[in-house]
């Protein structure tokens, strides 16, 4: 079942055209990630499901209700995190989440939201003396406090060293658990990979390609490719005009004892070429077999060089 459905999303800022008929929709207990260069049109398109800004053309169903229709309705049963979260230095982190559970009918207890996002150490603590993974973690708490059905989460991982960022991973791994539908924006590419259940690229605002991280990297080859190191150059020479003759070889290059192979079959170009290196008595030292990634498909897909 669609929780989210966008239909031709169009959003202009005088002569710049941000968002160009963005399209799609988000199924319910999803974790759905907009992913796409700075400019791209990804926050514009969040902050217009999220009835924070008006669309100039087309419609945004959000829990079968519409902003125009059920705003008040809406704001009950979803939670943002924005970019940038204001918060009161000397307030505590409960004294927080008491203030944001005082605007709802429907609220979950502050313990439990303290506990889902792994603050219950700092429960005393003032904002002003929190980490800024512990800041993070609060502005998530606080988009949690009403219980909400679909959360938002716009790049809440930015900036963060790697282990508060593996903390956020966690938490929201955790939403997912509880049934909840999160919408992620990120710059990291592995985050996008290893948390989605679809990922949406976006660039010059418009979707670009939308499926799971697996089903996209499929998409642009079924190939791998196979790095191998030998020891003598006229050994690694004569390998790679082996290589050539294997049918699941598509691509042979070396590079002095370096050897790049491009296959269908990894497993059995490498039993193969085993067969044929021992036969010979050529020695192998290191053999690496590289997966293709998501920001391989980014940059199939937009010609552009990823950038945190």
Known sequence: MSVIAVSNLHKSFGPVHAVKGISFT?????????????????????????????????????????????????KERIGVQLQTSAMFDLLTVEEHLDVFRSFYKRKR?????????????????????????????????????NDPEVIFLD????????????????????????????????????????????????????????????ALIQQISTEREISIQGSIVEHVQDMAVFANKINSVKRVETDGIEMQLLSTSPEQTLLELFHYTTECGYKVEQINIRDWSLEDVFIALTGKEWRD
């Open 109 to 145: 207890p502050v313990s439990d939201i303290m506990k889902l996002v792994n603050l219950q150490e700092q429960r005393k603590q003032r904002v002003k003396g929190l980490s800024g993974g512990q800041k993070q973690r609060l502005a998530i708490g606080l988009a949690l406090i």
């Open 26 to 74: 988000v199924k319910a207990g999803e974790i759905f990630t907009i992913i796409g260069p700075n400019g791209a049109g990804k926050t514009t398109t969040l902050e217009m499901i999220e009835g924070l800004l008006q669309p100039d053309q087309g419609n945004v169903q959000l829990l079968g209700l519409s902003w125009s229709s059920h705003a008040e309705k809406l």
């Open 155 to 214: 790049e809440p991982t930015t900036g963060l060293d790697p282990q508060a960022r593996r903390n956020i991973w966690e938490i929201i791994l955790n939403l997912k658990e509880l049934g909840k539908t999160v919408i992620l924006t990120t710059h990291y590419m592995e985050e996008a990979e290893r948390l989605s259940s679809r990922v949406c690229i976006v660039d010059q605002g418009q979707v670009v390609a939308l499926d799971t991280a697996k």
